[in-house]
């Protein structure tokens, strides 16, 4: 398979290349010396066309132009020594060494192996050192084995000069090493299935396979060119060529996976064996023995790696990801620390006020970036003089020491590091604080205690903006249509007396008594004169009239503080059977505070004079929500607010006009 970027005339080229190679084996076994001469252009013309396939890859690929025109050159190079050689040596029966051919064969070595160096960089930016000592163990095995295998029998085969000695071993050596540069690149790569580099070898295997036979053989004078190794030069070149164009291929690293681990100690192994079953052989011990040291180089990069990563693991247990804080397993931890030191320490924890509204309106990125500033703030604060964390959320908690002021300066400070002003929004907090080991004798018990005082303030200023903000509103109502001041005033006695007799929480009643007071507040946008009409509404007037609750809740909801009493603002006329209005609740669908806020309203509204009508006696509006319980009110509510009525003591003087 070649990759995509590769040119259609290169898809033809390849098999083109591997039939030369068919025909150039075939040619060979003819004995007539044109035929042969013929043969040995065909086999110069293959080496020569993949050296070109193998250059156009570099300039196809601009990443990595400068390994594959190398490589191409170093092909390039060895067909021009085989010219030379076929023009001037090929009818000689001794051929002299070294000669200009041997120049262009022995220039390919270094620059294929520049070429396969450079490669690897430019595929691998990065390379870990493990995997660098793995490239190593993996190319210095792979020598010692090769050596091994080709050494003994060159030396014994090859005689004649030095020179002659030397260059005849500089084929199967030169050619041993490139296949170590390609073994480390694989081992480098994690011993991923990387074609390429597989393709890259299977040809340096193939051509070192045919240098090692063609020198032992033509030593001992039996060098036969019809023979099948001699297809390793054009089979080599070629399969070069075909790695050339194969698609990069990006494996992660994979620093577990179990070829990483067990490689270095199959080669290590194979390295100890040669040590020893090859005596004497200076080739083979060197590469060896350095193989073997970088094991235990590698080894010690292992430990070294575990150690990093275990101390990353305990760092990250102890951080927040965020902001770079301690997290709450590190606050936990310094703080038992302190508790057990007995040294006074102030816990402070911290809850951010707007931070939802914040987030809310600008985004999430928006509000982490907002949680990174306050927290290198309040680390910045602190610096010094205590340890800052995030609790998770929009909580922040600090370990102060306590000082002679009890750490109230620096709670002082650590909060108002925690405050940030803008176009739009505001964001303060609320805190809560413990001293230690005074207030708490364990850590869990100083969390809880903190976190007490700090949701105790945070509902306190939360209620003190709500009182103000209703009174605003309800002021605001009063000054629109004075008349309603007392029926508003009386709907809320009712109201919260009835949820009091029910058995709500104390927070539950008081935002009912604000909703019950709140309940109007839309009629400030109905004109006076429906609002004071004698007589009964037309429709057009009551679609109207039908749309102050809505009004109200955008009102009331206009303050987060009174956010829920928004919403029993909008269901306090909803009926029990479904028929009211703005939504047609039904029974309990309807929010229990506006169910009790219906029954008031309706009773106040029955026992007071109204333009169009006298006002009905307590008596008898309480006969009329006993009618009425269970169509346009909860029975239940209607049982609990005519006892609730009974125990008024006294009952609302605006209750006493209809009374008989």
Same mark, same amino acid.
């Given at each position: ?7 259609p005339l ?8 591997a ?8 040619l060979t076994n003819?004995?007539?010396w ?8 065909i ?8 050296g070109l396939a193998?250059?156009?890859r570099?300039i196809?690929?601009?990443a ?6 190398l490589v191409?050159?170093?092909l390039?190079t060895?067909a ?5 050689y076929?023009l001037?040596f ?10 200009w051919?041997?120049v262009?064969y ?5 620059l294929v192996?520049?070429g ?7 595929r691998?930016?990065?390379v870990?050192?493990a995997?660098?000592?793995?490239a190593?163990?993996a190319a ?6 090769g050596?091994?295998?080709v050494?003994?029998?060159?030396r014994?085969?090859?005689e004649g000069?030095?020179?002659?000695i030397a260059t ?5 050596i030169?050619d041993?090493?490139l ?7 694989l ?7 990387d074609?390429?580099?597989i393709?890259?070898?299977?040809g340096?295997l193939?051509l070192?396979?045919?240098?090692s ?6 030593a001992?004078?039996?060098?036969d060119?019809a023979?099948?190794y001699?297809?390793?030069w054009?089979?080599g070149?070629?399969a ?7 698609p990069?291929?990006?494996h992660?690293?994979?620093e577990?996976r ?6 270095p100690?199959?080669?290590a192994?194979l390295a100890?064996?040669l040590l020893?079953a090859v005596?004497g052989?200076?080739?083979?011990t ?5 193989a073997?040291l970088m ?10 790696e575990?150690?990093q ?6 760092e990250e247990?102890?951080?927040?990801a965020l902001t770079?804080l301690?997290n709450r397993?590190?606050l936990?931890?310094?703080l ?6 007995g040294?006074?320490t102030?816990?402070?924890?911290f809850?951010?006020d707007?931070?939802k509204?914040y987030n809310?309106t600008?985004?999430h990125?928006?509000?982490d970036?907002l949680l990174?500033r306050l927290?290198?703030?309040?680390a910045t604060t602190?610096?010094?003089h205590?340890g800052?964390?995030r609790?998770?959320?929009?909580e922040?908690c600090a370990?102060?020491p306590a000082?002679?002021d009890?750490?109230?300066?620096l709670v002082a400070r650590a909060?108002a590091?925690?405050t940030?002003q ?10 809560g604080?413990?001293?230690?080991p ?7 018990e100083?969390?809880?205690?903190a976190?007490q005082?700090?949701?105790a303030e945070k509902?306190s200023e939360r209620?003190?903006a709500?009182?103000q903000t209703r009174?605003?509103l309800l ?5 629109r249509s004075?008349?309603?001041?007392g029926h508003?005033?009386d709907?809320?006695?009712l109201a919260e007396?009835t949820?009091?007799?029910m058995?709500?929480? *104390?927070?539950? !009643?008081d935002e009912?008594r604000? #909703? =019950?007071?709140?309940?109007?507040v839309?009629k400030? /946008?109905i004109p ?6 004698r007589?009964p ?6 679609k109207?009239?039908h749309?102050?609750?809505?009004i109200?809740?955008r009102?009331?909801a206009?303050?987060?503080a009174?956010a ?6 909008r269901s306090?006329h909803e009926?029990?059977?479904?028929a009211?209005y703005?939504?047609s609740?039904a029974g309990t669908a309807?929010p ?11 009773f106040?509204?029955?026992t007071v004079?109204?333009?169009y009508?006298?006002a009905m006696s ?5 006969a ?9 009110? *909860?029975?239940a !509510?209607?049982?609990h607010f005519? #006892? =609730?009525?009974q ?5 609302? /003087?605006g209750?006493?006009k209809?009374?008989?």
């Amino acid at each position: 398979m070649l990759d995509r970027s590769a040119p259609p005339l290169l898809r033809f080229l390849l098999p083109l290349l591997a039939a030369w190679v068919l025909v150039d084996l075939w040619l060979t076994n003819i004995s007539t010396w044109g035929d042969q001469m013929v043969a040995g252009f065909i086999y110069c013309g293959v080496i020569a066309t993949a050296g070109l396939a193998t250059a156009a890859r570099g300039i196809g690929r601009r990443a990595e132009r400068g390994p594959w025109l190398l490589v191409g050159a170093g092909l390039m190079t060895w067909a021009a020594g085989d010219v030379f050689y076929t023009l001037n040596f090929f009818t000689l029966d001794l051929v002299p060494v070294p000669s200009w051919a041997d120049v262009g064969y022995l220039l390919l070595p270094p620059l294929v192996a520049v070429g396969l160096v450079w490669l690897v960089r430019a595929r691998a930016q990065r390379v870990p050192i493990a995997r660098m000592a793995d490239a190593g163990i993996a190319a210095l095995a792979v020598a010692a084995l090769g050596a091994a295998i080709v050494m003994p029998t060159v030396r014994g085969a090859v005689e004649g000069r030095g020179l002659e000695i030397a260059t005849a071993l500089a084929y199967p050596i030169t050619d041993l090493l490139l296949i170590a540069v390609c073994v480390g690149a694989l081992a480098g790569r994690g011993w991923s299935v990387d074609r390429c580099w597989i393709a890259m070898s299977a040809g340096l295997l193939a051509l070192w396979t045919a240098d090692s036979m063609y020198l032992v053989q033509n030593a001992h004078g039996a060098y036969d060119p019809a023979a099948i190794y001699n297809a390793g030069w054009t089979g080599g070149a070629v399969a070069i060529a075909f790695a050339a164009w194969q698609p990069v291929q990006n494996h992660e690293l994979q620093e577990h996976r179990l070829r990483v681990v067990v490689m270095p100690f199959v080669l290590a192994t194979l390295a100890l064996a040669l040590l020893v079953a090859v005596e004497g052989e200076i080739a083979v011990t060197i590469p060896a023995a350095l193989a073997l040291l970088m094991v235990f180089v590698r080894m010690g990069l292992a430990f070294r790696e575990t150690g990093q990563v275990l101390r990353g693991a305990q760092e990250e247990a102890v951080t927040d990801a965020l902001t770079g804080l301690g997290n709450r397993r590190a606050l936990t931890q310094d703080l038992d620390g302190a508790v057990r030191a007995g040294r006074p320490t102030v816990l402070a924890l911290f809850d951010l006020d707007g931070f939802k509204g914040y987030n809310d309106t600008f985004g999430h990125p928006a509000g982490d970036a907002l949680l990174m500033r306050l927290g290198q703030a309040l680390a910045t604060t602190i610096d010094g003089h205590g340890g800052v964390f995030r609790m998770g959320g929009d909580e922040f908690c600090a370990l102060l020491p306590a000082g002679a002021d009890g750490g109230t300066e620096l709670v002082a400070r650590a909060r108002a590091a925690l405050t940030e002003q803008g176009e739009g929004f505001s964001i303060g907090c609320s805190h809560g604080s413990v001293l230690v080991p005074g207030e708490a004798e364990t850590a869990a018990e100083a969390l809880r205690i903190a976190d007490q005082r700090m949701y105790a303030e945070k509902r306190s200023e939360r209620a003190s903006a709500g009182r103000q903000t209703r009174d605003v509103l309800l002021q605001a109502l009063i000054e629109r249509s004075p008349a309603l001041e007392g029926h508003v005033h009386d709907v809320a006695v009712l109201a919260e007396a009835t949820a009091s007799r029910m058995g709500l929480a *104390d927070a539950d !009643v008081d935002e009912i008594r604000h #909703a =019950a007071e709140l309940h109007d507040v839309g009629k400030v /946008a109905i004109p006076d004169a429906i609002l004071d009409k004698r007589g009964p509404l037309d429709e057009s007037e009551w679609k109207f009239m039908h749309r102050h609750t809505l009004i109200g809740e955008r009102i009331v909801a206009a303050a987060p503080a009174l956010a829920t009493v928004g919403r029993l603002v909008r269901s306090s006329h909803e009926r029990w059977d479904g028929a009211g209005y703005p939504d047609s609740l039904a029974g309990t669908a309807i929010p229990l505070g506006a169910r009790i806020i219906a029954v008031a309203d309706a009773f106040d509204a029955m026992t007071v004079d109204r333009p169009y009508r006298a006002a009905m006696s307590v008596f008898a509006a309480l006969a009329e929500l006993d009618r009425c319980a269970g169509t346009q009110f *909860d029975p239940a !509510v209607v049982v609990h607010f005519r #006892a =609730a009525i009974q125990g008024l003591a006294p009952i609302p /003087a605006g209750l006493l006009k209809g009374a008989r």
